[in-house]
């Protein structure tokens, strides 16, 4: 896991209630339970019954905060409808037979609440209806990358620095600094285009990180080779960038101008857009340095790049 990922704990994050707190705080849970709004020196008690109903709407199941409809078994344990629909009609905690009954106190309940965003340990201190909670940690600002490694089944999330010590440590990956690049891509066998990654680069400039993405797949009936950079990112911030591609040789180039991607985008999906530099494969080898029977062994591209910022 990364570091930070993970569930949001208010109980944890906080400094421990003095027992004099405590005490008030079982008054204040009977007295007015779960309330959305409290006086300013309720604040404190309402993020501590927050935290305690945030725990009851958690599925003992997968862990993950329940939503209408809320189920519940005969003995009154609760579980998400995700995961009833994968049980077999067996409750998961006293295998009573489940039936079909709803916990529609527990769903007025989550009506009424307020949390903070999940990131919330990574820097987003905003606070939501239980409702429109998911839908802002879906966009949150905050919320960690995926690692924008292709090809590999690699399911690391993180901030972007974790990212590219990640990539460095992990993947192996090459990491250059600069705006400029003259790159030498060597292919062994350049008659069989696989569907595969085939590169992955790291540029360090303006104090960000792009990822040039170099590979080879079949476009239609048409083998090509494609190479697009990423920006390790969000988007607004991506858009503020343009980069240039180009390959060539015996006189004849290719060019390619863009704006990165940010990495927010999967890997295929740009892919899949054809947003970067598209080589069909004999033009590729045309590009190739070498004779003409040591290109047909191996195909040697120079792709010469820079990126620059847009003012
Ligand atoms: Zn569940
Ligand atoms: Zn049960
Ligand atoms: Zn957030
Ligand atoms: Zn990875």
Not at 240 to 261: A, D, H, I, M
Request: proline share 5%; glycine share 6%.
């Amino acid at each position: 896991m990364a570091p930070g990922g993970g569930t949001y704990e208010a109980a944890e994050s906080r400094p421990a209630f003095a027992d004099k707190d405590m005490a008030s705080i079982s008054v204040e849970l009977r007295s007015s339970p779960f309330r959305k709004s409290a006086s300013s020196a309720g604040g404190l008690y309402r993020a501590r019954s927050n935290s305690e109903v945030h725990e009851l709407l958690e599925c003992p199941v997968c862990m993950n905060l329940m939503y209408p409809p809320i189920h519940q078994c005969p003995n009154g344990h609760t579980l998400c409808a995700d995961c009833k629909a994968k049980v077999h009609n067996c409750c998961p905690t006293c295998r009573h037979e489940l039936g079909n009954i709803r916990c529609l106190a527990l769903e007025k309940v989550a009506e009424s609440l307020e949390l903070p965003c999940r990131y919330q340990n990574l820097g987003c201190h905003d606070i939501f209806p239980y409702f429109s909670k998911l839908r802002h940690e879906q966009n949150c600002g905050f919320r960690p990358y995926s690692c924008p490694y292709a090809g590999s089944e690699c399911d690391m999330t993180g901030d972007i620095p974790f990212l590219v010590t990640h990539l460095k440590d992990d993947h192996k990956v090459d990491m250059h600094d600069g705006c400029t690049f003259n790159h030498r891509y060597v292919k062994s066998n350049p008659q069989e285009v696989e569907n595969a990654t085939w590169m992955l680069t790291v540029f360090n400039c303006y104090g960000r990180q792009f990822c040039l993405h170099f590979e080879a797949f079949q476009l239609g009936t048409t083998p090509v080779y494609m190479a697009f950079l990423r920006f390790m990112g969000d988007d607004c911030e991506a858009k503020k960038f343009s980069y240039t591609l180009e390959v060539g040789n015996n006189g004849r180039k290719l060019t390619w101008q863009g704006v990165p991607r940010s990495i927010r985008d999967s890997h295929k999906r740009v892919r899949d857009s054809l947003d970067g530099l598209i080589i069909p494969r004999n033009l590729a080898l045309f590009f190739s340095t070498g004779t003409s029977s040591e290109r047909q062994q191996e195909l040697k591209l120079k792709v010469a790049g820079r990126i620059w910022k847009e003012q």
